[in-house]
């Protein structure tokens, strides 16, 4: 069943392999992203991005049609949490699939703050992360989501465990 | 149609009303708790309640199963603004419908932290929150979550615009 | 004697005077400014720059030569909170000496977040704000540091009261 | 000359001589903390606590006399940080003076955010801070600041790089 296919890490894969197949499991096999529809648009070791579309269930005001803080929220710490998986797989030497698995496989958010600078009004929210600090235990990404339109709705930093 | 069915503030309500009426809309009318499944446990002005129960699918990380980070996010925004919107009730002289209304649409999250203390593993996680800040423009609220057994998850801060 | 002096807000003053006077006031009349050696190079509703000078006496490590992260917090925050009161003035219609008075007297500081990137070495830190949220009631500003060869010593996000 | 002596980490010192010793230098040796007049009053790996008395110096208000928030955050960050030099030597087995230079001199500040809750009036400050996230890598201080009549004047959280 598709449901318990699981995803590979192959021998003898580049960098570039890597991140794709990084961006596939943050596609494709978490299940809370499907859940609320998060794409992942593109992944490299200086950005990441993602999407998400709005739609009427993830809305977080029974009065006005805007996005639960918490869609903001969680499209912000994986779109940061996929830049810090980047960012060590681009600073890891050995590729074997054990080293790639036990580095990445340490990667947590230690904390997140979110700042909300507009409603989240819109029928598409972009988010984009960079690493502002890296190191070997932990790592600082900033983040920033906007609309369609252009408009900045929130901005976001976190700091991740990386090794 | 039941999805059509708005919940209405009624004249001559007690603060008490209010806080079951707002409890209600928290628990049935946010289209955003419904699809992750927050509960609302109960509220008044010195502490809100909420909780989740852990599902497939809104796992976070594709290796262990534990909650998306995003979900912590969600569940502990939720918990400290309906305690923001109690606190905003307790405060008014004026329980007019028009009033009530007013107030509570102003209720926005300025700014959200979360610290992650341990992976969110376990079948039920309950979040609470008390206000630490209340004024007549911000009030701010401290969050805690943990799981079904007591392990503390994770804390949180969030600075809300109440008036 | 000089320190009962008092600067005065007149009557008639342009946004570029009020703006000249709260640079004044930054500079020379806030004590704890004078005595961690804080100067303010330029203000204005877009961005505020200020300043300081290692000194031995702002070292916060008795073995490494580094910026204690206190001054950091400190030059930050002051920084930020100088963006905001320029945004107030930029803001106001009514240039009264009274309503100045009165709405910079509201000014506070609600929430400040530092991630420190680097540790704090150097002869002179240089940090600027600007603001990314405005509203009457809170504004929201993100600053940097960086020494004089231009390295990145910390980020730093705050929420202030301004209404 | 009394200000190049050092401290000096003896050999055969138990935990409770370490920590005597982290006391003194917190308390002594660091420039910063003498400048504004912090003092250390207790540490042990569960709590830690520092004070600071008012002085017209660390004003941070032309108008009314209360604390520069950047002293609010420099005391909060000074405690949780002792906090977290008082849980690395608890944590530690070999307490060779190498060992224990070789972990205290990692130790840094990653990310601090305060919450001022009330303006810091008073002729005292007290700090204190516990350790909400101990590991290998990094740990989290949960700090709080109130006046000497109890009035909770400030809350802290601080990521901290311990290993």
Same mark, same amino acid.
């Given at each position: ?22 961006? /596939?499991?943050? =596609?494709?096999? &978490? *299940?809370?992203?499907?859940? $609320? ?7 490299? %070791?200086? @950005? ?49 699939? /054990?080293?790639? =698995?036990?580095? &990445? *496989?340490?990667?947590?958010? $230690? ?7 507009? %409603?989240? @009004? ?42």
């Amino acid at each position: 069943m598709k449901h318990t296919q699981t995803i590979m890490i192959k021998d003898n894969m580049t960098k570039e392999d890597v991140l794709k197949f990084i961006k /596939e499991m943050y =596609q494709h096999h &978490l *299940s809370f992203h499907r859940l $609320i529809g998060i794409q992942v648009n593109s992944i490299n %070791p200086e @950005r990441a991005e993602m999407q998400i579309k709005m739609r009427s269930d993830l809305v977080g005001n029974p009065i006005f049609q805007i996005l639960h803080g918490g869609v903001t929220a969680s499209l912000l710490d994986s779109t940061g949490g996929m830049a810090a998986a980047a960012n060590i797989i681009n600073r890891l030497d050995d590729l074997s699939p /054990e080293n790639i =698995q036990r580095n &990445l *496989s340490k990667l947590g958010t $230690i904390d997140l703050r979110i700042d909300y600078l507009r %409603p989240g @009004r819109g029928d598409l929210f972009i988010a984009s992360a960079r690493i502002i600090r890296q190191g070997n235990k932990v790592a600082v990404a900033r983040m920033e989501m906007h609309n369609g339109k252009g408009d900045e709705i929130a901005l976001g930093t976190a700091t991740y465990l990386v090794g």
